[in-house]
């Protein structure tokens, strides 16, 4: 079991930057493959960002490459999501999920955390 706490969302202007984090509980962390979704209103949750469960890999949405990076510290059972450049799009919940597989399907991801909103102004 993982239970994962989302932090670090906000207001925004657009052009400027936020850092999510999402920390989870117990030892197995270090074993997921942990993503980032966001949901915006009235829309699908979509994939962001995912990172390996050693940190080696990452692949992020083709919408936010170049403005966005995950990482992890598992020292610190914790995942990151470094926003820049926010856009007014970019407005939304951002969820942090733990997957056993590495994947960028919402649906094989076994845990979520609450969310965060971000809100970006134009």
């Known amino acids: 079991q993982v239970q994962l706490v989302e932090s670090g969302g906000g207001l925004v202007q657009a052009g400027g930057f936020l850092r999510l984090s999402c920390t989870a509980s117990?030892?197995?962390?270090?074993?997921?493959?942990m993503g980032w979704f966001r949901q915006a209103p009235g829309k699908e949750r979509e994939f962001v960002a995912v990172?390996?469960?050693?940190?080696?890999?990452?692949n992020h949405a083709a919408n936010v490459k170049g403005r966005f990076t995950i990482s992890r510290d598992n020292a610190e059972n914790t995942v990151y999501l470094q926003m820049d450049d926010l856009k007014p799009d970019d407005t939304g919940v951002y969820f942090c999920?733990?997957?056993?597989?590495?994947?960028?399907?919402?649906?094989?991801?076994?845990?979520w955390g609450q969310g965060t909103q971000v809100t970006v102004s134009s």
């Open positions: 117990g030892r197995t962390f270090s074993t997921y493959n």
């Open positions: 999920a733990a997957s056993s597989s590495w994947t960028t399907m919402k649906a094989r991801y076994n845990y």
């Open positions: 990172i390996s469960w050693i940190g080696g890999s990452t």
